[in-house]
């Protein structure tokens, strides 16, 4: 998920133009010292607990450091297994099912989502909006989230609510669109809800029930899966803090929450190593055929407000910018959960990462996110040396995190 002040329903963009040093490129490998001291760092410089899974060829680590509840000063195991909403890291797994079905000739790519869903996406929308706009952030549907979450009290206030697809998708068409259908890339939520309702509706069952016989199960992840409308997380977790860039202070837990308002955007619960496994999968071509994988990673551009590119963003699937290369993948957050995860352009090499504080920035006067001083380096440290694999240190160029 995803979302800036105006949007403050998800996680807000890190866009850290660092003064300190991350690491370079070079030969990735897998240095268990170097991934767990990056860990360590980021829990001093305030995140209370983050814990990574990286696999490189056979080579596979797991590390964590820092405490899962502030309160009672529980430390993490030094290998946290731990459960954990990955927010719009949903997004590529309800994209690979998606392009399964183009392949099965059950779905058109390029069809209008009114020849599925006319009843949902009705009218000249219906008829102007594509699979594949809807994929790829290009429809104009306003994102949901803000109406959904508009003030700070909202988000307890729907703590245990229980909420219909199709009726958070009606609250978002009237909603001014965010641009013409195709005309450039703008991040909703509301795409991925009428993806899931596609999904249901071409499958003949609930869309959870398809994407986790096809996608996860083949892919590994077998401690991953749908909450639906259950409140807490199965497994041993960490809690879940949110500040709200500084409406919670202290932070709040929302470690328990009915997450059925994420549904097809969000929803899902998966430790860090069935992470990696979905992108080790996918990019291995376990999951998808090569003309499927290949539309997936047609990108279309991210413009900032000024006119500048500042990323590209395929069919579920976003692409980062690091000091080694491309990373595809995908970030995501929901209320005090926050993930980065992907896998090098060869298919060598994948990361995931854990976070347990969300949305610990300030919003500056003029508007704009102000990144945090000590946090953010940390983090986009270990993102780096993740993916990397190299401990010398250089300059590199933001990481801008859109999910």
Not at 284 to 300: D, F, S, Y
């Amino acid at each position: 998920m995803r979302g800036n002040l105006a949007r403050i329903g998800v996680a807000a963009v890190l866009a850290t133009a660092l003064t300190t040093g991350v690491a370079s490129a070079g030969q990735p490998t897998l240095d268990p010292v170097a991934l767990q001291a990056s860990l360590t760092k980021l829990h001093e410089a305030g995140m209370p607990a983050v814990y990574a899974a990286v696999r490189d060829g056979k080579q596979r680590w797991q590390g964590a450091a820092g405490v899962s509840d502030v309160d009672a000063d529980v430390k993490v195991p030094a290998r946290a297994t731990f459960e954990h909403r990955i927010g719009s890291v949903t997004k590529p797994m309800i994209a690979t099912a998606v392009l399964q079905l183009v392949a099965a000739k059950k779905i058109v790519l390029d069809a209008p989502i009114g020849d599925y869903l006319s009843e949902n996406v009705p009218g000249e929308l219906g008829r102007r909006v594509s699979v594949r706009m809807l994929l790829n952030h290009t429809s104009g549907i306003a994102d949901f989230v803000a109406a959904l979450f508009p003030k700070p009290e909202d988000i307890e206030a729907n703590r245990l609510r229980d909420f219909d697809t199709a009726a958070l998708v009606r609250t978002a068409l009237p909603l001014p669109p965010t641009g013409a259908p195709g005309e450039k890339w703008s991040y909703s939520n509301t795409n991925y809800l009428i993806l899931g309702l596609l999904l249901t509706k071409v499958t003949k069952a609930d869309f959870r029930e398809y994407v986790e016989r096809h996608v996860l199960r083949p892919a590994g992840m077998k401690h991953t899966y749908f909450p639906r409308k259950e409140t807490t997380i199965r497994g041993p977790h960490a809690k879940a803090y949110e500040e709200l860039y500084g409406a919670f202070v202290p932070p709040k837990d929302f470690s328990v929450y009915k997450m059925t308002w994420a549904d097809a955007a969000g929803e899902i619960i998966a430790p860090m190593a069935d992470v990696v496994a979905f992108h080790k999968a996918l990019q291995g071509g376990e999951l998808l055929a090569p003309a499927q994988l290949a539309e997936m990673k047609r990108t279309v551009p991210i413009v900032a407000p000024n006119g500048t590119k500042v990323g590209e963003y395929g069919l579920g699937l976003n692409v980062y910018a690091l000091p080694c290369g491309r990373i595809w993948g995908h970030d995501g957050a929901v209320w005090g959960m926050g993930t980065f995860s992907g896998s090098t352009e060869d298919g060598r090499r994948q990361l995931s990462v854990g976070t347990n504080l969300m949305k610990y920035q300030r919003v500056g006067s003029d508007g704009t996110l102000k990144p945090h001083p000590t946090i953010d380096p940390a983090y986009l440290d270990v993102i780096t040396k993740a993916a990397c694999g190299s401990s010398t240190p250089r300059p590199a160029s933001a990481l801008r995190v859109t999910g």
